[in-house]
């Protein structure tokens, strides 16, 4: 490893230590956190099943940056590679409709059959997978509802297509020996005012519960649902919204998905994580960059990505909450926006782990806000990025800005060569 590395871990260390931070800790605790990339980064959530339509549910990719992946086989090496530039565990985040078929299969009839390219790259990689019913881009979504349906034979035709993927959820569980999260998120809803606002929430509450019936072991598979404010088209009445999910979560007791770009513009998914893990037993996180709606920006290592880290960190919700990603960004090369992103989520985990929390709370509990503004922004500036270089060293991952070098090089003998 370069000296220059190691000397300014070490210095770190020593600062870190005065604080009472002990980094191998800190960084051993860091190495362990996954988090789940989200597959459809790298082909603007276009996904490969045959015939597939356009983007549909109110949700947009812009951009047409060459070099997408056009297949399983070239989704996963830009995976591999995005993979390789970042340090700590990872998961994979798929789509139903990035299944492998050599012919058009309907969505209801999904197997786990489907889904073995993917499991066998799991195992030779080490990472556990995370699955996502597709209830969108398809004919049968395309009047603005699906689980919430009220013709019972589309309805029906979306319950056997959860309940299909719940099967190959835990089918990635079994195989992989990791429990898989299935997310669902349906984007029903009206563009302009509703009459009824109750009846496609009770359709969806009683579609949700049939799907869900079968019990299915939680060492293989959990069911997750997430809410959201409104989509493009959908601006009236969103059916799924916070409240109709965090009451079924809680009621169910399955997991919440929050997404960062999911609620009011000065409403932040940081402050509901504690206020959440009173009700529910476990979250999942859509990590994502809202930029004055759902645009599902790159993440930055701004703010609330700090916060929601600092949230899980210093609650000790670790083990409760899942993080995954939700960005998708067709404007810049798509295996840079995967780094640029799941590398702040990670930054923002170790500064979080490297906090001096103890020392705040002590702060905050005997009334001194002062000291406790004062040593939070100076805690900011603590030497956290010389740990960072280090955990990416000893992984072998690119130190720095240097992994960008390397996308440069892969844009222009993979990406470039896709036409
Ligand atoms: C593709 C994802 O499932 C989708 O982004 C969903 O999670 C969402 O956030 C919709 O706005
Ligand atoms: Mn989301």
Redesign the pocket.
């Known amino acids: 490893m370069n000296t220059q590395i190691e000397n300014a871990y070490a210095l770190a260390k020593e600062r870190y230590g005065e604080l009472g931070i002990d980094v191998e800790n800190a960084l051993a605790a860091f190495r362990q956190i996954p988090v789940s990339m989200h597959c459809w980064q790298g082909d603007d959530v276009v996904g490969f099943e045959q015939g597939a339509g356009s983007l549909s549910g109110g949700i947009q990719t812009t951009g047409n940056y060459p070099g997408k992946a056009r297949s399983a086989t070239e989704l996963r090496q830009d995976l591999d590679f995005a993979m390789g530039l970042i340090p700590g565990a990872k998961r994979l985040n798929l789509h139903a409709i990035y299944l492998e078929a050599d012919k058009p299969i309907a969505r209801d009839q999904i197997q786990p059959e489907h889904f073995r390219g993917w499991v066998g790259w799991a195992k030779t990689n080490q990472v556990g997978l995370d699955f996502n019913p597709t209830c969108f881009s398809h004919p049968q979504s395309e009047d603005g509802f699906t689980l919430s349906h009220q013709d019972d034979k589309i309805r029906q035709f979306w319950i056997d297509h959860c309940k299909a993927c719940r099967h190959i959820s835990a089918y990635f569980g079994e195989s992989l020996g990791t429990a898989s999260v299935m997310?669902i998120?349906v984007p029903d809803g009206m563009k302009d005012l509703p009459v009824d606002r109750l009846s496609p929430r009770r359709r969806l509450m009683e579609s949700l519960d049939e799907i869900i019936a079968e019990k299915i072991d939680e060492r293989y598979h959990l069911d997750a649902v997430?809410s959201?404010l409104f989509g493009v088209g959908l601006e009236s009445y969103t059916v799924g919204s916070n409240e109709f999910y965090l009451g079924y979560a809680a009621s169910r007791d399955i997991v919440l998905?929050l997404?960062a770009?999911?609620f009011h513009p000065t409403e932040v998914i940081s402050d509901k994580i504690s206020a959440a893990s009173l009700y529910v037993r476990r979250m999942l996180l859509?990590v994502?960059r809202p930029v004055r709606w759902d645009s599902d920006h790159v993440v930055l290592l701004d703010d609330e990505t700090q916060a929601i880290a600092h949230e899980i960190v210093r609650n000790g919700l670790l083990d409760r909450v899942h993080i995954g990603l939700?960005f998708f960004d067709a404007s810049i090369n798509r295996v840079a926006a995967w780094a640029i992103g799941t590398r702040n989520m990670k930054k923002a985990l170790l500064k979080a782990l490297l906090e001096p929390t103890e020392q705040l709370r002590q702060m905050e509990t005997s009334g001194d806000y002062t000291g406790r503004l004062a040593m939070m922004e100076e805690a900011k500036s603590l030497p956290w990025q010389a740990v960072w270089d280090y955990a990416c060293a000893i992984e072998g991952v690119p130190v720095s800005s240097y992994w960008l070098n390397d996308v440069r090089q892969y844009e222009l003998q993979i990406l470039e060569q896709r036409g």
């Open positions: 997310n998120w997430e959201k998905c997404d770009g999911h859509h994502s939700d």
